[in-house]
């Protein structure tokens, strides 16, 4: 297993700027996830963030409005940029531990955008 | 591809009866399957999977989901729920071939009436 922590748990931020989240793990792991959960709807993966590589955006997220920064095996960093309303969101970082992609979750961080 | 579909967004039940929360999967390969569970203001937490073996997949706390590969079903299962259930619960699968990221249903909501 894994323990996971996220900063800041909550942000009420303004349009067209931008709020860098982190997210902290008790131990190294090789794989990051960071998802979108938005009210009433299921998660949304946005992005992998392997160490030492580039992270891997799925469709529909682009690195110049999600920025990821992957330091080490323990630590990463999603930016959201130039904020919008509909940007706001629970953001999730997990990791997966094992073979079986089972994955741990950080608590969230509640954003939103006026 | 992968996809999960959970046929109840919400489930109201009184407490101590039972209840089933529906998951059906779709996969052109072998996968893995996991039950995640979000208490109110918290992160998900990985309540059961499937991996391989029996078919029949317990958690700590009285919760069981059974894989049905012809049914392409994972429904979970409790024969006497607690106020402490009160949560919304994620249905998830991901495919065994290679590195393939998890797929989330969007949830279904377990409200236990007193």
Not at chain 1, 10 to 16: M, W
Not at chain 1, 62 to 79: A, G, Q, Y
Request: with cysteine.
């Amino acid at each position: 297993s894994a323990v996971i922590s996220q900063k800041p748990s909550r942000d009420i931020c303004q349009r067209g700027t931008s709020l860098t989240i982190q997210c902290q793990v008790d131990s190294q792991v090789t794989m990051m996830f960071w998802y979108r959960q938005q009210p009433g709807q299921s998660l949304t993966l946005i992005a992998t963030a392997n160490q030492g590589s580039e992270a891997t955006y799925e469709s529909g997220f682009v690195i110049d409005k999600f920025p990821i920064s992957r330091p080490n095996l323990t630590f990463s960093t999603l930016t959201v940029s130039n904020m919008s309303p509909e940007d706001s969101s629970i953001y999730l970082c997990s990791v997966e531990t094992g073979a079986s992609h089972e994955q741990y979750f950080g608590p969230g961080t509640r954003l939103t955008v006026t | 591809a992968q996809s999960v579909t959970q046929l109840d967004s919400q489930v109201p039940v009184f407490e101590e009866a039972p209840v089933e929360l529906r998951c059906n999967y779709s996969s052109s390969v072998s996968v893995y399957l996991f039950w995640y569970v979000q208490y109110p203001n918290q992160g998900l937490q990985l309540l059961l999977k499937y991996l391989s073996g029996s078919t029949l997949v317990e958690s700590i706390n009285g919760f069981e989901a059974e894989f049905n590969k012809s049914q392409t079903s994972f429904h979970l299962r409790k024969p006497s729920v607690h106020i402490s259930d009160t949560a919304e619960y994620f249905c998830a699968v991901s495919e065994r071939r290679g590195y393939q990221k998890v797929t989330f249903g969007i949830g279904t909501k377990l409200q236990v009436i007193p």
